[in-house]
């Protein structure tokens, strides 16, 4: 059996806010290198509890249209992964639709 790991680095501030956040992936193709990102969201299952955590994090200068539009992603990406986990086509069409009214809302907070 192998294994993979995917590491976050995490740069802190004095009041512990991140600065700089980076990951990579013991298995990534193209090597052993540490990409910066700006935003990073896991939810994890806890088995035991049955329930999610979740890590969320951003820097401190992430900004806020591009926040708005990651959660977006993030959400439409759930809806992709509950098609092909569950094959529920109604919940993920009414995820679909969820960021949909969401990008419109932005779009109007934006004029």
Not at 15 to 31: C, F, L, M, R, Y
Not at 51 to 78: N, Q, T, V
Not at 91 to 104: F, K, S
Request: proline fraction near 3%; charge should be negative; hydrophobic fraction near 35%.
């Amino acid at each position: 059996m192998s294994t993979s790991q995917i590491i976050f680095d995490v740069e802190l501030d004095k009041d512990n806010v991140p600065e700089k956040i980076s990951w990579k992936a013991t298995d990534n193709p193209q090597g052993n290198i540490a990409k910066e990102t700006k935003a990073v969201s896991i939810a994890l299952w806890d088995q035991e509890d049955k329930h999610s955590l979740r890590i969320d994090l951003w820097s401190k200068d992430m900004p806020i249209d591009e926040m708005k539009k990651f959660y977006i992603e993030c959400i439409a990406g759930l809806g992709d992964s509950i098609k092909r986990s569950t094959n529920d086509d109604e919940m993920a069409h009414q995820i679909h639709e969820l960021c949909n009214r969401l990008v419109d809302h932005v779009k109007k907070t934006a004029e």
